[in-house]
């Protein structure tokens, strides 16, 4: 009985074809988009550097930066690790979930229709004012600086 070899060199199987899907392989998930960035604002908020957080998660500075781009997804053990060195449930990661996101079953498209909008909350500006903002011990300057951002604010 004969048994099954492999071609020989030079002779060649038919290439495999792809499936072809309305999505970019390479592109990361807008799910863990949302979560990386709920992890880059949850670490600012506490004022933590990367290297502190990786060394509490276990994870090298730049393995913590691709799970903050959404360039790698985070493990349910990951996230349950990094809950609790940011001291928040793993709910928190998944709060303000765009509907989008919750209705993809696939990656996103590189299309301009579908560019998520700029979170204010994400920003580092934003962060560094709420922890200057509580940083005020007295609460009556707190609330006489509020009003007075109020004041200066258009509309």
Do not use: C
Not at 68 to 77: C, D, I, L, Q
Not at 112 to 132: F, G, H, I, Q
């Amino acid at each position: 009985m004969a048994t099954p070899s492999r071609p020989r060199r030079g002779t060649e199987s038919a290439p495999r074809r792809r499936l072809k899907t309305n999505y970019s392989s390479r592109s990361p998930n807008p799910i863990d988009i949302h979560v990386g960035a709920r992890v880059r604002l949850r670490r600012n908020l506490l004022g933590m550097t990367l290297e502190t957080l990786a060394k509490a998660v276990g994870v090298t500075y730049q393995q913590l930066q691709k799970y903050e781009r959404g360039v790698n997804r985070v493990g349910a053990s990951r996230l349950f690790i990094l809950g609790r060195a940011l001291e928040v449930p793993v709910a928190f990661f998944f709060d303000d979930l765009p509907a989008a996101a919750k209705r993809a079953p696939g990656r996103r498209s590189r299309g301009l229709a579908e560019a998520p909008a700029p979170d204010p909350l994400s920003k580092r500006e934003t962060t560094d004012l709420v922890r200057a903002y509580w940083g005020i011990a007295d609460a009556g300057t707190r609330k006489r600086f509020l009003d007075l951002l109020k004041a200066i604010t258009p509309g």
